[in-house]
Nanobody, 127 residues
């Protein structure tokens, strides 16, 4: 009974920061690639970031590079997405998901390679 549960979303002003958490149960996050995705109303799902397993490789969408950081805490079995310098364009429901492939900056993050998904957490960036 594996499960992914996102938390940490909320309302923040432009330029502010939020840290999202993806808590896993039923499996160890350190043994799988974990991805972050987001979907805004009326728009398609967009890949945001991913983090690999033992090699610690990460990847980020161009729109968030330099602003977002993804990390993993194996003891807590949780993956985090630190979001800084938030903009209204970042407003969306954010999802984490478990993938069976690698994460590398040279390879686009493909949603169809991620099988298990959380329910999402709302992030709203507004003044």
């Amino acid at each position: 009974q594996l499960q992914l549960a996102e938390s940490g979303g909320g309302l923040v002003q432009p330029g502010g920061s939020l840290r999202l958490s993806c808590a896993a149960s039923g499996f160890a996050v350190g043994r799988y690639v974990i991805g972050w995705f987001r979907q805004a109303p009326g728009k398609e799902r967009e890949a945001v970031s991913c983090i690999g397993t033992s090699d610690g490789r990460t990847n980020f969408a161009d729109s968030v590079k330099g602003r977002f950081i993804v990390s993993r805490d194996d003891a807590e079995n949780t993956v985090y997405l630190q979001m800084n310098m938030l903009m209204p364009e970042d407003t969306a429901v954010y999802f984490c998901a478990r993938g069976g492939t690698f994460c590398d900056a040279s390879v686009p993050i493909r949603a169809n390679l991620y099988r298990y998904w959380g329910q999402g957490t709302q992030v709203t960036v507004s003044s």
